[in-house]
């Protein structure tokens, strides 16, 4: 039972008699009105109750030895009263106390204010119950979006690198499966693999705390390079993976050489390097046959950027696949872009 106070439930349309009442004229009022009790008050303040166990007995009385009685002599004398603002625990403890199945309410001055009984808490009680279940199922439902933020967070820092704040080894695999599944006739996507030249010595020459925020930085001008369609992942250590959607080979060597000079443009010093200024070099691949899997593709980007490398770095480089009737070549590394 809850704190609910008994003057929400009360029954205020309460019937009163005053001592003096015949039990005939009491009785005959409970009949017409269709009621279990009548409070006995003298000036608005309850001095007993009669009940229909009350007027049972006084009836039997009657029949027995005829008498004139009022209900002063049939009524409960010891009446069990509670303020009206008293809580529905509290009238019920104090039914279960008296063994009675109701309890008369006054206000502060000891007057009549309503009547409490059993039927009233029971409904009382079954209010509390709904008003409960409801708080329980809102708190579910409240939980459940709270899980549902917290998972999704969750989901997103276990697919970003925490130093960059780009997509990470998994995040790049999910999404290369992904781009994988929905290849068809007029959806294709191309790689970029991107590698900062002369990386070792930058760390031993600068120091590694400059080594990680060349990289943070490498990231947002990679980011703020590429198309909102395309994404960016970190490989590993100094490497990036660029996914360029829906984009042939030849569209991809141009946005990777976009990049790269972008990257050059930062005009960032490195005094380990042969041209003492930062610089990254490019492999680019495309999907380019129905039956290849991404794990090919990467391939032949790595190649490419093998191939970059090898040719004195801060370069683009593609590889292509050929196919001449049905039958498929060795990939083609073709000279420097751009």
């Known amino acids: 039972m809850s704190l609910s106070l008994v003057r929400h439930f009360m029954s205020e349309s309460v019937k009163t008699?005053?001592?003096?009442?015949?039990?005939?004229?009491?009785?005959?009022?409970?009949?017409?009105?269709?009621?279990?009790?009548?409070?006995?008050?003298?000036?608005?303040?309850?001095?007993?109750?009669?009940?229909?166990?009350?007027?049972?007995?006084?009836?039997?009385?009657?029949?027995?030895?005829?008498?004139?009685?009022?209900?002063?002599?049939?009524?409960?004398s010891t009446l069990t009263t509670l303020s009206v603002e008293a809580s529905c625990a509290e009238a019920l403890a104090l039914l279960k106390k008296h063994e009675i199945r109701r309890c008369v309410l006054v206000d502060g001055n000891g007057e009549l204010q309503g009547i409490i009984t059993q039927t009233d808490l029971l409904r009382a009680h079954a209010r509390d119950i709904k008003i409960q279940k409801q708080v329980l199922e809102d708190r579910v439902v409240e939980r459940t979006k709270e899980l549902e933020v917290l998972n999704h967070r969750l989901e997103h820092l276990s697919s970003i690198d925490p130093m960059l704040q780009i997509g990470n080894r998994r995040a790049m695999d999910a999404a290369l499966n992904e781009n994988q599944q929905q290849i068809g006739v007029e959806n294709s996507y191309a790689l970029a693999l991107i590698d900062v030249d002369f990386f070792k010595a930058y760390n031993d020459y600068y120091g590694h705390l400059a080594g990680d925020q060349v990289l943070k930085e490498l990231a947002v001008t990679i980011t703020e390079s590429i198309r909102g369609v395309d994404s960016v992942y970190r490989y590993g250590g100094e490497e990036f993976l660029?996914?360029?959607?829906?984009?042939?080979?030849?569209?991809?060597?141009?946005?990777?050489?976009?990049?790269?000079?972008?990257?050059?443009?930062?005009?960032?010093?490195?005094?380990?390097?042969?041209?003492?200024?930062?610089?990254?070099?490019?492999?680019?691949?495309?999907?380019?046959?129905?039956?290849?899997?991404?794990?090919?593709?990467?391939?032949?980007?790595?190649?490419?950027?093998?191939?970059?490398?090898?040719?004195?770095?801060?370069?683009?480089?593609?590889?292509?696949?050929?196919?001449?009737?049905?039958?498929?070549?060795?990939?083609?590394?073709?000279?420097?872009?751009?």
């Not at 309850?46 to 049939?74: L, N």
Request: glycine share 6%; aromatic share 6%.
């Open 17 to 76: 008699i005053t001592p003096d009442t015949t039990i005939e004229f009491a009785a005959r009022r409970m009949y017409q009105r269709r009621i279990s009790c009548l409070v006995v008050c003298e000036q608005d303040t309850p001095v007993g109750i009669v009940t229909e166990r009350d007027m049972t007995r006084a009836y039997a009385y009657e029949r027995e030895k005829g008498s004139d009685r009022t209900v002063s002599d049939i009524m409960s």
């Open 242 to 338: 660029i996914i360029f959607d829906d984009e042939a080979l030849e569209d991809a060597a141009i946005s990777a050489e976009r990049i790269r000079k972008a990257v050059e443009a930062l005009r960032r010093e490195h005094l380990g390097s042969e041209s003492k200024r930062f610089s990254v070099s490019i492999g680019v691949s495309a999907h380019s046959d129905p039956s290849e899997n991404w794990e090919t593709v990467l391939k032949r980007a790595d190649k490419a950027l093998y191939l970059a490398k090898g040719n004195g770095k801060n370069r683009t480089e593609v590889c292509a696949l050929k196919i001449h009737e049905g039958a498929t070549e060795e990939p083609t590394l073709p000279s420097r872009i751009g």
